[in-house]
């Protein structure tokens, strides 16, 4: 379907000459989904933002329900969600704490502390994007008691833009203004027609924190907050208490503003042991009720679910297991600071070297053998939803190739069979964290490079440890003291732009910002950059997405990116647990509507 087509097509639904239903049948013979549709229709102004009904919930009551019982292989290691740099401690601290809209299954919008969904047809969506009008729900306190006001929603734009927190969030919000129109509106200003406005105060960075409580508390002493470990929100769930790096604990909030929810007395989180004993724990002995991101080799997943007493969820969404070619030295010490951005790495700033690589990773077998419906073989970072999926880059397993690659650039074998030029010898450390499926990945991956004259020191971290937010522990991913590491980076809306902005020039994480930046890779391409300005800003649909896709092209295309599985979100939960998940959205985005039948 060409741009001139799809123009057409919503023209006529904006003339009434074809029904929404009608567009969405006619798309999606190009591969467009019906929620992607329908979000389509809504930024040209042909149909509502967003659905805005609620699944269906049966308990008749709050509470009564007993203790849920989840199971976290990865613990968190702390609750403010401004801090938040690993998904366990998003997750974690969603018990608590709430934004102002989330994104369902069907990659629409549902308000949560929002009165509504904001939309043209309300007045509060402009129509030249340059802003959007908030209206919060009435009644909602804090679990202290205190009210929920605009203040609290201004004082989070004021909190995670400024520089001296260093928060993770910092980017969904540095570029805005929050104006508040009286005690439960806010209005949200761009510099400049925003296409994607449903960033800021939405979903994962979109989490709430309480003015009253963590006013006093910014920039030296921005991590001191008591408030940090000891959380006070909104959520369906109160704080009781939490040892970071393995138990956490909360209780039925019995003044939550949802009618009757949430259905379980208590809540328990624990984190620790691996993905196959998170599995075995739910899926066959029902010790717990839910396990979280499990990450476990299709063959020992499949035996467990036989055993009938649990099952195993896979909802489709944007996350990616990939791994990461360091643009910088981690072995060159600057002012204090490995792999600093002042540094180029000795071997991958060879395009050959990054190349070979790439040549090297046999992703069909990572799928076939290890993964299987945990993650699909993909050539591209960006893959959901489909619309956004590059039909330019390719994935080939060649050990020949990834020789003759190494041959032309002038890469010559040693005497041990590792290949050198000059002062630089191709061995590498390869680190991730400590996981079944991802050691087997470290050890089919260096068995291949072997056979290209590349050596890899295998490198594994305890899980708790590689994604925490401590910033002075060296073995941590944003810090990347490693030649080349892997791991999976989640998608956390429906709308690739947050995503994608891992990659732009100042999000580079680095010491002056605590390691907080979410360019991990320490990736600066001037190109990337002007793309992503122009997307942030494009109104065009059609236009947009092909930016979005060139984004992709440009960092695959560098090959200091590698990636390897496409990864649906994989769950598991006993037979009685019914769940409301979503792969746009934290795990535990609405978890007030979880309930067991009897």
Same mark, same amino acid.
């Given at each position: 379907?060409?741009?001139?087509?799809?123009?057409?097509?919503?023209?006529?639904?904006?003339?009434?000459?074809?029904?929404?239903?009608?567009?969405?049948?006619?798309?999606?013979?190009?591969?467009?989904?019906?929620?992607?549709?329908?979000?389509?229709?809504?930024v040209?102004?042909?149909a509502?933002?967003?659905?805005?009904?609620?699944?269906?919930?049966?308990?008749?009551?709050?509470?009564?329900? +007993?203790?849920?019982?989840?199971?976290y292989?990865?613990?968190?290691?702390l609750?403010?969600?401004?801090f938040?740099?690993?998904?366990?401690n998003?997750?974690?601290?969603?018990?608590?704490?709430?934004?102002?809209?989330?994104?369902?299954?069907?990659?629409?919008?549902?308000?949560?502390?929002?009165?509504?969904i904001?939309?043209?047809?309300?007045?509060?969506?402009?129509?030249?994007?340059?802003?959007?009008?908030?209206?919060?729900?009435?009644?909602?306190?804090?679990?202290d008691?205190?009210p929920?006001?605009?203040?609290?929603?201004v004082?989070?734009?004021?909190?995670?833009?400024?520089?001296?927190?260093?928060t993770?969030?910092?980017?969904?919000?540095?570029?805005?203004?929050?104006?508040?129109?009286?005690?439960?509106?806010?209005?949200?200003?761009?510099?400049?027609?925003?296409?994607?406005?449903?960033?800021?105060?939405?979903?994962?960075?979109g989490?709430?924190?309480?003015?009253?409580?963590?006013?006093?508390f910014?920039?030296?002493?921005?991590?001191?907050?008591?408030t940090?470990?000891r959380?006070?929100?909104?959520?369906?769930? %109160?704080?009781?208490?939490?040892?970071?790096?393995?138990?956490?604990?909360?209780?039925?909030?019995?003044?939550?503003? %949802?009618?009757?929810?949430p259905?379980?007395?208590t809540?328990?989180?624990?984190?620790?042991?691996?993905?196959?004993?998170?599995?075995?724990?739910?899926?066959?002995?029902?010790d717990?009720?839910?396990?979280?991101?499990?990450?476990?080799?299709?063959e020992?997943?499949?035996?467990?679910?036989?055993? +009938?007493?649990?099952?195993?969820?896979?909802?489709?969404?944007?996350n990616?297991?990939?791994?990461?070619?360091?643009?910088?030295?981690?072995?060159t010490?600057?002012?204090?600071?490995?792999?600093?951005?002042?540094?180029?790495?000795?071997?991958?700033?060879?395009?050959?070297?990054?190349?070979?690589?790439?040549?090297?990773?046999?992703?069909?077998?990572?799928?076939?053998?290890?993964?299987?419906?945990?993650?699909?073989?993909?050539?591209?970072?960006?893959?959901?939803?489909?619309?956004?999926?590059?039909?330019?880059?390719?994935?080939?397993?060649?050990?020949?190739k990834?020789?003759?690659?190494?041959?032309?650039?002038?890469?010559?074998?040693?005497?041990?069979?590792?290949?050198?030029?000059?002062?630089?010898?191709?061995?590498?450390?390869?680190?991730?964290?400590?996981?079944?499926?991802?050691?087997?990945t470290q050890?089919?991956?260096?068995?291949?490079a072997?056979?290209?004259?590349?050596?890899?020191?295998?490198?594994s971290?305890?899980?708790?440890?590689?994604f925490?937010?401590?910033?002075?522990?060296?073995?941590?991913?944003?810090?990347?003291?490693?030649?080349?590491?892997?791991?999976?980076?989640?998608?956390?809306?429906?709308?690739?732009?947050?995503?994608?902005?891992?990659?732009?020039?100042?999000?580079?994480?680095?010491?002056?910002?605590?390691?907080?930046?979410?360019?991990?890779?320490?990736?600066?391409?001037?190109?990337?950059?002007?793309?992503? %300005?122009?997307?942030?800003?494009?109104?065009?649909p059609?236009k947009r997405?092909a930016?979005?896709?060139?984004?992709?092209?440009?960092?695959?295309?560098?090959h200091?990116?590698?990636p390897?599985?496409?990864r649906p979100?994989?769950s598991?939960?006993?037979?009685?647990?019914?769940?409301?998940?979503?792969?746009?959205?934290?795990?535990?985005?609405?978890?007030?509507?979880?309930?067991?039948?009897?």
């Amino acid at each position: 379907m060409t741009e001139d087509e799809l123009r057409s097509l919503i023209g006529r639904v904006k003339r009434g000459t074809l029904s929404r239903r009608g567009f969405v049948k006619r798309v999606a013979a190009v591969g467009l989904t019906a929620p992607m549709a329908t979000q389509l229709l809504a930024v040209t102004g042909a149909a509502p933002a967003a659905a805005q009904s609620m699944p269906a919930y049966r308990p008749t009551r709050r509470g009564g329900g +007993g203790p849920l019982k989840i199971l976290y292989w990865q613990a968190a290691t702390l609750l403010n969600p401004h801090f938040a740099n690993g998904s366990t401690n998003q997750e974690a601290a969603r018990i608590f704490y709430e934004p102002l809209a989330g994104w369902a299954a069907d990659g629409t919008l549902v308000p949560i502390l929002a009165a509504e969904i904001p939309s043209r047809e309300a007045g509060t969506l402009a129509a030249d994007g340059k802003s959007v009008t908030w209206k919060l729900k009435q009644g909602v306190t804090w679990h202290d008691g205190t009210p929920f006001t605009a203040d609290d929603v201004v004082f989070n734009w004021e909190y995670a833009r400024n520089p001296a927190n260093a928060t993770v969030t910092s980017g969904s919000y540095k570029d805005i203004n929050v104006v508040k129109v009286d005690a439960h509106t806010v209005r949200v200003e761009f510099q400049k027609p925003t296409p994607f406005w449903a960033d800021a105060f939405v979903a994962t960075r979109g989490m709430l924190i309480p003015k009253h409580l963590f006013q006093n508390f910014a920039g030296a002493n921005s991590r001191d907050a008591p408030t940090n470990l000891r959380p006070v929100g909104t959520g369906p769930y %109160r704080f009781v208490s939490f040892a970071p790096g393995d138990l956490l604990r909360g209780e039925l909030n019995p003044n939550y503003h %949802r009618e009757n929810r949430p259905y379980f007395d208590t809540i328990e989180i624990k984190g620790g042991g691996d993905a196959v004993s998170a599995a075995r724990a739910v899926l066959q002995t029902a010790d717990f009720d839910f396990a979280w991101n499990l990450q476990v080799e299709e063959e020992v997943l499949a035996r467990l679910e036989a055993s +009938g007493r649990g099952k195993v969820n896979v909802v489709d969404s944007g996350n990616i297991e990939f791994i990461q070619l360091n643009v910088t030295d981690p072995n060159t010490e600057v002012d204090g600071e490995r792999s600093s951005i002042r540094t180029t790495h000795p071997a991958f700033s060879d395009p050959a070297v990054r190349q070979a690589m790439n040549f090297l990773c046999d992703k069909n077998s990572l799928q076939q053998f290890i993964y299987g419906r945990a993650g699909k073989a993909t050539p591209n970072f960006l893959n959901n939803p489909p619309r956004y999926r590059s039909e330019a880059m390719r994935s080939e397993f060649s050990i020949q190739k990834a020789n003759e690659v190494l041959d032309a650039a002038g890469w010559v074998r040693g005497r041990d069979g590792i290949r050198a030029k000059g002062n630089v010898r191709l061995r590498f450390v390869y680190q991730t964290s400590v996981n079944a499926p991802r050691q087997r990945t470290q050890a089919l991956i260096k068995q291949a490079a072997q056979r290209a004259g590349i050596d890899l020191e295998l490198k594994s971290v305890v899980a708790t440890v590689f994604f925490s937010s401590d910033v002075a522990n060296p073995d941590t991913y944003p810090k990347f003291y490693a030649d080349m590491q892997m791991y999976t980076t989640t998608m956390t809306e429906a709308d690739p732009q947050t995503f994608m902005n891992q990659y732009v020039s100042w999000e580079v994480s680095q010491k002056s910002n605590n390691w907080q930046g979410r360019n991990v890779l320490r990736f600066r391409n001037e190109e990337y950059d002007r793309v992503f %300005r122009e997307a942030d800003g494009e109104m065009d649909p059609v236009k947009r997405t092909a930016q979005l896709i060139r984004l992709n092209d440009i960092v695959c295309g560098s090959h200091h990116i590698i990636p390897l599985l496409s990864r649906p979100n994989v769950s598991g939960q006993i037979n009685a647990m019914r769940t409301n998940l979503s792969g746009w959205d934290n795990y535990h985005w609405m978890i007030a509507d979880w309930y067991k039948e009897a």
